[in-house]
């Protein structure tokens, strides 16, 4: 008996990224702002810096070669060129998209919000610093956190408040994650590696909600880092596929 044929991958992928906007898209749309939720000194949010440290330097490297690595055992070696050139140019494209937009909207982290509003920190004053007097600054602030608010971090995410001071729009981490696991993907799928697949991208939603817990992101922070995230997959897969074919003619 003939199995079916796989379904086309680009339309599996496209029903993924609808799926991975629609959860950021629906608290926004909501009105609704995850942080602060959770007591950042709990072992949930230690859990989830574990997982939003995948995707910060260095640590995103070493995601992005285990996948690879992984892939390499999953996937019928002729695929293998065409992966590591459409991840190698979506992963340049978010990163250079990601450091254009932030400066240019400059919208300032929620944790930075909380401490302006709670504790007199100058907004205007914090982004016009410098990097290095905006981590100084920070640990100031987080210092006296517990006397002056009922919130407390533990160590390990009171020193990722200090390393990460830049602006918030869009959510780098999200955006790397959603690229990252689209295209991959795609050839997942194409390969009928399905569960694989799922757990790529439950791992890129997991990722947005670890961001707006951790209170380093806004919904649509999230929101727009899945939508250009699935726009840049997309692009990258279709210049893959353009590649290829002047290659084999």
């Not at 991959?184 to 390969?191: K, Q, T």
Request: aromatic letters at 12%; proline letters at 6%.
């Amino acid at each position: 008996m003939r199995s079916n044929p796989p379904a086309n991958p680009y339309f599996s992928v496209v029903l993924l990224w609808s799926g991975l906007t629609l959860i950021p898209a629906a608290i926004y749309l909501g009105g609704l702002s995850l942080f602060p939720w959770l007591e950042l000194s709990s072992l949930n949010a230690l859990l989830l810096y574990g997982l939003t440290s995948s995707g910060t330097a260095p640590y995103g490297v070493l995601t992005v070669l285990t996948l690879l690595f992984a892939c390499y055992w999953l996937l019928p070696r002729k695929q293998l060129a065409s992966l590591l050139f459409s991840v190698g140019l979506a992963m340049g494209l978010s990163l250079g998209l990601n450091h254009f937009l932030k400066p240019y909207f400059g919208h300032p982290r929620p944790n930075v919000q909380f401490l302006a509003e709670n504790q007199g920190l100058s907004l205007s004053g914090f982004y016009q610093a410098s990097q290095p007097t905006r981590r100084a600054l920070m640990a100031q602030e987080v210092a006296k956190l517990s006397q002056e608010t009922k919130l407390s971090l533990s160590p390990k995410i009171a020193q990722h408040w200090q390393d990460e001071v830049g602006y918030s729009f869009p959510s780098g981490h999200t955006l790397f994650a959603v690229t990252l696991a689209l295209v991959v993907s795609y050839f997942l799928l194409a390969a009928q590696r399905f569960l694989f697949a799922a757990l790529l991208c439950l791992w890129a939603l997991a990722m947005g909600f670890s961001r707006m817990l951790l209170g380093m992101h806004w919904p649509q922070d999230v929101l727009a880092a899945t939508l250009l995230g699935g726009l840049i997959a997309l692009l990258a897969l279709l210049i893959t596929e353009k590649w290829r074919f002047i290659k084999q003619g």
